[in-house]
């Protein structure tokens, strides 16, 4: 069993690895490899998917981290984890929508929709990755 305080090291990991997974699957069907795509995609879903239920676990367990950070940086760090919360709730539904489209052979409404989950679901995965730096690394909780 992972210990619970290696979770939040984990938890960036895997969040990180959907940023590069997306990244890559936009790159993959601009050059019109959509079996890439298609795999990518699909990859970045289960990492995502992992990283929701490893932090549902830690969070059930471990409770809140308190942010450290005193002076200007407060507010840069509340307004990267505001953004970041609001849009996590956000991307839930419009991954799963997005997906779903692409599954079904809907590529015209799947494209549409797929124009504004990508960039939030990289802003997301990408923030998930500061907030921890912030949080773990640079303003740890003594």
């Given at each position: 069993?992972?210990p619970?305080?290696?979770l939040p090291?984990?938890n960036a990991?895997?969040?990180?690895?959907?940023?590069?997974?997306l990244?890559a699957?936009?790159?993959?069907?601009?050059?019109?490899q959509?079996?890439r795509h298609h795999?990518?995609m699909l990859?970045?879903?289960?990492t995502?998917?992992v990283?929701?239920?490893?932090?549902l676990?830690?969070h059930?367990?471990?409770?809140m981290?308190?942010f450290a950070?005193v002076?200007?940086i407060?507010?840069?760090?509340?307004?990267?984890l505001?953004?970041?919360?609001?849009l996590?709730?956000?991307i839930?539904?419009l991954?799963g929508?997005?997906l779903?489209?692409?599954?079904?052979?809907?590529f015209?409404?799947?494209?549409?929709?797929a124009?504004?989950?990508?960039?939030?679901?990289?802003y997301?995965?990408?923030?998930?990755?500061?907030?921890y730096?912030l949080?773990?690394?640079l303003?740890?909780s003594r």
């Amino acid at each position: 069993m992972v210990p619970l305080s290696w979770l939040p090291a984990i938890n960036a990991c895997l969040n990180a690895a959907s940023a590069l997974l997306l990244a890559a699957g936009f790159a993959a069907i601009r050059r019109r490899q959509v079996t890439r795509h298609h795999r990518l995609m699909l990859a970045a879903v289960a990492t995502s998917g992992v990283f929701l239920v490893s932090y549902l676990y830690y969070h059930a367990h471990a409770g809140m981290t308190r942010f450290a950070g005193v002076g200007w940086i407060r507010p840069i760090y509340f307004a990267i984890l505001g953004t970041h919360t609001v849009l996590a709730v956000v991307i839930l539904p419009l991954v799963g929508v997005t997906l779903y489209r692409a599954l079904r052979g809907q590529f015209p409404v799947h494209r549409r929709i797929a124009r504004v989950t990508l960039p939030l679901w990289f802003y997301v995965s990408v923030t998930g990755v500061v907030v921890y730096l912030l949080l773990y690394h640079l303003y740890p909780s003594r």
